[in-house]
């Protein structure tokens, strides 16, 4: 058993509110120098840097996840996390369906970078990412576990597109096993107030959107890695997630 730190809460180029500098390969040095060995990327409503991350986080010696960030129709955040790059890429492809198009303003949100491994920009997307898609609350969780990945809602603790700032509540369905928590320090109130947050497993990430956010690592989760191998090392996280384990 060896204790892992990570986040599960990053955004890149691609994310429109997130900085240009947050690159692949910027992303995973920084996650070397704060001392974080699992990393997801998880950016809103795409997919599309998860396979230059995978190059870079690898090339410095983080266990990568593929990871989104899908908004709800309700305007709700929820990570989206799956154990295998491909699994990730072709829920994407699903995503795509459900996306409600609007022409980004890249002179009010930023630009959409999609990237390759060595940082040179391959491609934009130029819709807008970050709004809503037409995938309610009640259906997600069902839709991200058909596609064998594991999803909860992010930054409960927010009052910026958190589950309990928009609904009042944090609700019995769907039954999430996890939540997110932006601040740690604000869980014992939160666990006070919402009883239904009392049996999740609480995890706490950055929601990095520069560079600068990407905190020293004080996130943990113990793992069974014997006989190691970043691919047991993934499995046994999603076993934890899944509340298998």
Request: aromatic share 8%; net charge negative.
């Amino acid at each position: 058993m060896s204790r892992y730190t990570y986040d599960f809460h990053i955004h890149s180029c691609l994310s429109p509110c997130a900085d240009n500098d947050m690159t692949p390969s910027n992303i995973a040095g920084m996650a070397t120098l704060a001392g974080i060995q699992i990393m997801a990327l998880t950016d809103h409503n795409t997919v599309k840097n998860c396979p230059a991350f995978f190059k870079a986080a690898k090339a410095n010696g983080i266990i990568p996840i593929a990871g989104m960030e899908l908004t709800t129709a309700e305007d709700i955040h929820v990570v989206c996390l799956f154990e295998t790059l491909d699994e990730a890429l072709v829920f994407g492809e699903e995503i795509e369906k459900h996306r409600i198009l609007i022409k980004n303003r890249t002179d009010i949100f930023g630009d959409q970078l999609i990237m390759d491994e060595e940082d040179n920009v391959i491609g934009t997307d130029e819709y807008l990412l970050s709004n809503a898609t037409d995938i309610s609350i009640d259906n997600v969780l069902k839709l991200v576990e058909s596609f064998n990945g594991v999803c909860y809602p992010a930054h409960v603790d927010r009052t910026s597109n958190g589950i309990i700032a928009t609904l009042g509540d944090f609700p019995p369905d769907p039954k999430f096993k996890c939540a997110e928590f932006h601040d740690k320090e604000k869980i014992s109130e939160n666990l006070e107030k919402y009883r239904e947050l009392r049996d999740k497993l609480l995890l706490i990430s950055s929601d990095a959107h520069y560079l600068w956010d990407i905190r020293d690592a004080d996130a943990t989760v113990d793992i069974d890695d014997e006989p190691y191998s970043s691919d047991l090392v993934r499995k046994r996280l999603f076993e934890i997630l899944r509340c298998e384990k």
